[in-house]
């Protein structure tokens, strides 16, 4: 343990604590900027400097670990000159059009300035001698280096949290900036489009594209049929940007919410995910037949989930080679889309021409994901438009609703019903815990042999989880499954998918079916998220879906009542030859810049 | 305080059989050359000045399998091209001093990083340690020199930086702590010294502690090489005595008409004629890393700042708020007072900014900024503003 004081107070603390962790443990905050809890150390925005008595040049609490008898000063004359000047040096090279930028009101760099009221513009502008460009090429991030503080938080992520590298530092001195590939745009580039650096962004440089006035267009537009969808993520989110506290479930309230929005129907993307489930666990199971029984060497296993459109662009890039091992089945958005225009349209007997389908997610992936080419199965685009959690918050900001007082409602019917397997999809382990509840029970008659169904050696942050569970007592018709030992992985943030995938590469790892979402946490954690994002608040998330699985009836996607209604009227069968059109799709190799 | 006129000095470039020195310390304990070299006095001869000896010692205390010797010759300070001429000289007494240091500390593999626009250095140097490894494998030490080029980023002479270029990464500066003794090339201790400082381990194994104490003052032992250039009629390289004044300096190496002299290159002091005769060359008073640069009368101080500033801006690496930025704010900052689109008080705000610069940078570059800015503005003004 470290002794030393911050303002005259002592504090102990364990050695390598750093000097802003033992002055937070006083309940003294220094501010920072290029600090993030998610990340590595960077110690470059030097807004976080604190004097220690005695020593020449201020250090920054970020970067420095405590040492013994240190007496630190945390507000001293000399720290508040130097952080008054690093915000009046960082306002002077920022494009400060606050109140024409998207992120105004949610913005570090703006609280900063505003904490410290600095403003007097001791210093010149600099950024009017600059030309910047605004990269909007990406169907889902747009990036403005006019805004941008050159902190690194998004080329950490890019690197540390995701190993995608899309984001890195280039040039030098006044030159510098953060860039692609050449200053390629992000449409051109590696980018997996997981949006994680914007939930890190302290400012309005990357920031998703919004679609808020197309959707507002099409609502207002009486010719036209909105039905809008909702992730499983969203409903545990949404809260936050709406004035309540991480982890407040709010299911009813926002359904509500989006019937008064002026939406014709508020259906549940819950339904496709328990869909995603009788259709990638009998594909899963179709391969499992082929490779055991027809010993059928082509059949690529292990099998990996495609939900996660950040992961799919991820190997994609660059495990091209494990392509057939991904899954076909089209993520829950896209099976919704290419089913409200099909089977919606004539139960409900609408022309799909008239119907938009907008999806409010926890993503901005999901945004490049509804552009693909491949995703128009119904003959019009699937999914029309998508949003993210902070956009539908800023939506029913608009529409002047106090989200706090409504009143709780239901899904519309026809796609609207779900099961406790289906909400959690939206945490990391979910799709696994939820096939393997449908995927056994199918198999052996009899459900998974874990308390309450709830399958926790899958379930938790660490970021690549194995799991196997023994089938055994099978049905007739899957007889060749006795004894098998079903072994599953789990992956959360692309750099553990990376790792995981490297370790099927290299033989270590041998499993049959992978689960893989992109971002940390899984989609509760998704770069479509409110801001901020940490661990404390993604864990609140995490029991919030435990929370919602725990308390609906049907917890397994295959008793999902309108899933059942879909195959039996419109479907057949699971992998059956409408399923084959409308909800399957293909993947391509891309490059690996 | 000893004063000590301007006294030329032959220990770096002379001639010696490396061979012979390295047998001689190969006799001693690891811990019996660092002594000697904290006997000494040596500071490093980059410009920093921290005690060799110490740096050794510590570097020789961590406890790893895998430590480093880096030989700083990255040399881009403006007006510094001393180290280019000992290496184009005395090679193989530069590999004798990171084999020396290789001992002491206890590593096996050691790092020339090679300034970029030495490239031409380059074929003579992989002769000379070719000739080098036959020694060592002769002499039975296992040590091995490598040698790295920069490609012309100033900040890459900052040690972390330059670490992070030998491993392929961008030159950008680390946080300190940890430093490089405990953690530095690939994570493992090392030991980085300036090509003239390593070459001075060998001439203290020659000729012992003693006598290179002797030479200079308390605070600014032996004697140095010095980069002299500018308005000067004797222009180049020499090895000069420790502790001599500024007016000794200018006595000898002026025109007639020094205005002032730049010690430390852009990053070090301005030494305006006032204060020739209370300055000491050295620790005690103005430290430099070899760069000595005359200005006379005929010369703008607007435009020698200026193109300082200029330098910097382009030069930072771009990480840290007060280099990045700062640098920016100070050059658009005279170009205004010149201008007129800013009043002269506006250098008062800009001298602050320096200051924090200094407190506030992440390394070393950015925090020497505003000595160069700071003793311009405050003997010059005048010039700055009209």
């Known amino acids: 343990m470290v002794k030393l004081s911050v303002n005259g107070l002592l504090v102990e603390v364990p050695e390598g604590t750093t000097i802003l962790e033992a002055a937070r443990k006083l309940n003294f905050k220094i501010p920072v900027l290029c600090h993030h809890d998610d990340l590595c150390v960077a110690g470059n925005c030097r807004v976080c400097v604190v004097e220690q008595l005695g020593g020449k040049a201020l250090l920054a609490a970020c970067a420095t670990p405590v040492a013994e008898g240190m007496q630190i000063l945390t507000n001293s004359l000399k720290v508040r000159t130097a952080r008054k000047h690093v915000i009046e040096l960082l306002l002077s090279e920022h494009n400060a059009d606050c109140t024409k930028c998207y992120k105004n009101g949610n913005c570090e760099l703006q609280d900063l300035s505003n904490e410290f009221s600095v403003g007097d513009h001791i210093f010149l502008d600099l950024i009017y001698h600059k030309e910047y460009t605004i990269d909007r090429f990406s169907p889902a991030i747009q990036k403005d280096d006019s805004k941008c503080i050159r902190c690194q938080r998004c080329v950490r992520t890019c690197e540390q949290l995701q190993g995608v590298n899309a984001l890195s530092v280039a040039f030098k001195g006044d030159q510098q900036k953060i860039s692609t590939f050449f200053d390629h745009s992000m449409a051109e580039v590696i980018c997996t489009n997981c949006g994680q650096c914007i939930n890190r962004c302290p400012t309005g440089a990357l920031v998703e594209r919004t679609y808020l006035d197309e959707v507002w267009d099409a609502i207002l537009d009486p010719e036209l049929h909105v039905v809008v969808q909702t992730a499983p993520a969203v409903r545990v989110g949404l809260g936050e940007d709406l004035g309540l506290e991480p982890g407040e479930r709010v299911t009813g309230k926002m359904v509500a919410t989006l019937k008064r929005l002026g939406f014709n129907a508020v259906l549940d993307t819950d339904f496709t995910a328990d869909l995603t489930i009788m259709e990638e666990g009998t594909e899963l199971l179709t391969r499992l037949k082929k490779a055991l029984v027809d010993k059928d060497e082509s059949v690529s296993l292990p099998m990996t989930t495609s939900c996660s459109p950040g992961w799919v662009k991820f190997i994609e890039h660059t495990f091209p080679e494990y392509l057939p091992n991904v899954s076909t089945c089209k993520s829950p958005q896209q099976m919704f889309g290419a089913l409200a225009k099909t089977y919606y349209a004539k139960a409900r007997n609408l022309d799909p021409k008239k119907i938009v389908t907008v999806s409010v997610m926890p993503c901005t992936a999901k945004k490049y994901e509804a552009d693909r080419p491949e995703m128009r199965s119904s003959g019009y685009k699937d999914v029309d438009y998508v949003l993210t959690t902070r956009e539908l918050a800023r939506m029913i900001r608009q529409a002047g609703i106090d989200f706090q007082l409504m009143k709780e409602d239901r899904f519309d019917k026809l796609m609207g019903s779900s099961s406790g397997a289906a909400v959690i999809f939206g945490a990391t382990g979910g799709v696994m815990e939820a096939a393997l509840r449908t995927a056994y029970e199918l198999v052996t008659g009899r459900e998974v042999p874990f308390e309450k169904l709830n399958i926790t050696p899958v379930r938790g942050f660490e970021g690549i989880r194995q799991a196997s569970v023994k089938i055994e007592g099978c049905l007739d018709e899957w007889k060749f499954l006795e004894g098998v030992e079903l072994k599953c992985a789990v992956a959360h943030g692309l750099s553990n998918a990376r790792e995981l995938m490297q370790g099927v590469k290299d033989g270590k790892i041998n499993v049959h079916f992978i689960e893989v979402m992109a971002c940390p946490g899984g989609c509760l954690g998704g770069g479509g998220q409110p801001i901020p994002t940490n661990q404390v608040i993604r864990e609140k998330r995490a029991a919030a879906i435990y929370a919602e699985d725990m308390s609906l009836a049907i917890r397994k996607s295959h008793e999902n009542p309108e899933v059942l209604q879909l195959y039996r009227d419109f479907l057949g069968e699971p992998l059956g030859h409408l399923s084959h059109e409308l909800l399957h799709t293909h993947y391509k190799e891309r490059e690996r810049y | ?386």
């Open chain 2, 1 to 386: 305080m000893r004063n000590i006129p301007v006294k030329r000095v032959d220990l770096i470039f002379e001639k010696v059989t490396c061979k012979e020195i390295f047998l001689k310390t190969l006799e001693l304990k690891p811990e019996e050359i660092i002594q000697s070299v904290i006997e000494s006095g040596l500071k490093g001869r980059g410009g920093a000045g921290f005690p060799t000896g110490l740096k050794w010692q510590f570097a020789a205390r961590e406890k790893s399998n895998e430590k480093y010797i880096v030989c700083n010759a990255d040399e881009g300070e403006p007006g510094t091209f001393k180290d280019r001429e000992i290496l184009d000289e005395v090679p193989e007494k530069v590999f004798c001093g990171m084999a020396i240091a290789s001992r002491a500390i206890g590593a096996k593999v050691g790092y020339i990083y090679l300034r970029g626009e030495y490239k031409f250095l380059v074929p003579k140097l992989e002769a000379r340690l070719n000739e080098f490894h036959k020694l060592m494998k002769s002499v039975g030490h296992d040590f091995k020199i490598l040698l790295r080029l920069g490609s012309g980023a100033y900040i890459c002479g900052e040690e972390s930086a330059l670490f992070e270029s030998i491993e392929g990464k961008r030159g950008e500066p680390r946080n300190k702590p940890p430093y490089p003794t405990k953690a530095g090339l690939f994570n493992k201790p090392t030991c980085i010294n300036n090509v003239e400082t390593l070459v001075y381990t060998v001439m203290i194994q020659k000729y012992g502690a003693a006598h290179f104490k002797d030479l200079g003052t308390k605070d600014s032992r032996g004697s140095k090489v010095f980069s002299v250039s500018g308005d000067t009629p004797k222009a180049g390289i020499y090895e000069l005595e420790l502790g001599m004044s500024v007016q000794e300096f200018v006595d000898v190496f002026g025109d007639g008409d020094t205005k002032t002299v730049q010690v430390g290159g852009a990053a070090g002091f301005c030494v305006p004629r006032k204060r020739f005769d209370e300055t000491i060359i050295g620790f005690e008073g103005v430290p430099t890393g070899g760069s000595m640069k005359l200005f006379n009368s005929s010369r703008s101080m607007y435009n020698v700042l200026h193109n300082y500033l200029d330098f910097f801006t382009e030069e930072s690496c771009g990480q840290c708020t007060p280099c990045r930025v700062g640098c920016q704010q100070l050059l658009k900052g005279i170009e205004a007072v010149k201008k007129g689109e800013k009043s002269s008080k506006y250098l008062d705000e800009l001298v602050k900014l320096a200051a924090t610069m200094k407190l506030a940078a992440k390394c070393g570059l950015g925090q020497s900024v505003g000595n160069a800015f700071s003793s311009i503005v405050e003997n010059f003004k005048e010039e700055i503003i009209y």
